[in-house]
């Protein structure tokens, strides 16, 4: 499921554990969770929240808010039984990989960086650089220049 490294899927499932929300409670939800570290654009979250109905692990749901609340454009979604599976073995995958990254004597970042990207996390983390930037990555102390 999440073998591409796509941790925004990850993001996704999680919010919509806590409750059935639409497009953009689940965008405002996953920059509230992630303290504004992520941001998804429209076009990517829609694509997303497709390949997660195409995969069954949300659905569309019919359950709607009081009507002074609501808005008839919007499309709530939920997520299945698949849905709650998978992100219970991602994140216990997860729990996995974080305790063995924390073994690692962070000592260079480039064998951390290593770790992180046979992990399969680094490839998701790492935004587009220019040359000279560099990328720090606050929770696990690590920068790569």
Do not use: C, W
Request: hydrophobic share 40%.
């Amino acid at each position: 499921m999440f073998t591409d490294g796509s941790s925004r899927l990850l993001l996704i499932l999680a919010s919509l554990a806590d409750a059935d929300r639409h497009g953009y409670a689940i965008k405002n939800d996953i920059v509230q969770r992630s303290s504004g570290d992520v941001r998804l654009g429209s076009t990517t979250l829609y694509r997303l929240l497709g390949r997660l109905l195409d995969e069954g692990l949300i659905e569309e749901s019919a359950a709607r808010p009081v009507a002074h609340l609501d808005d008839e454009r919007r499309r709530y979604y939920r997520d299945t039984a698949a849905g709650r599976r998978a992100l219970a073995a991602e994140l216990k995958r997860l729990g996995t990989v974080e305790k063995f990254l924390f073994r690692i004597e962070p000592t260079d970042p480039r064998v951390f960086a290593a770790a992180l990207a046979a992990a399969g996390l680094l490839a998701s983390a790492m935004p587009a650089r220019r040359a000279g930037q560099s990328i720090r990555y606050k929770r696990l102390g690590v920068t790569e220049n």
